[in-house]
């Protein structure tokens, strides 16, 4: 514990009888189908160079499936008070260091994932402004 940050260094899976909210469930749909988006928008430009305008259009749907992916902060598995593996950490419970009062906070993945989002919009961008060579 770090003044009023903890870390759980251990990393489970979770019981197919855990309850996933609707929010926690469509940041992990989006989590796949951003990157296979992303590498699905080159196939078009792959077929014929003067279509990057569609793929730049494609590039700005996985720029926005990258970034629905940080649904996964407003989802119960961030609400400690909500989260169903509460239960599963009595030690941190009983010593005061995990509250009902504690949320998540940006972290390193989601700090990349922000950088992605950032990435593809620009990808998108440069795609759709650029002129065609014809």
Known sequence: MNGNTW?????RSYDDDVEKDATWKAAQAFSIMAPIWGVLAFVPMMV???????TGLLLLVACLFQGLTLLILKSEL??????PLFGQFPVLQATGVLT???KCTL?????????????WFLAGLFAVALPVDE
């Open 100 to 102: 009902t009062e504690d």
């Open 48 to 54: 014929s160079p003067n279509t990057t305008k569609i």
């Open 7 to 11: 870390k759980v260094d251990v990393c």
């Open 107 to 119: 972290g390193r993945s989601a700090i990349v994932s922000i950088c992605a989002t950032c990435l």
């Open 78 to 83: 961030c609400d400690a008070y909500e989260n």
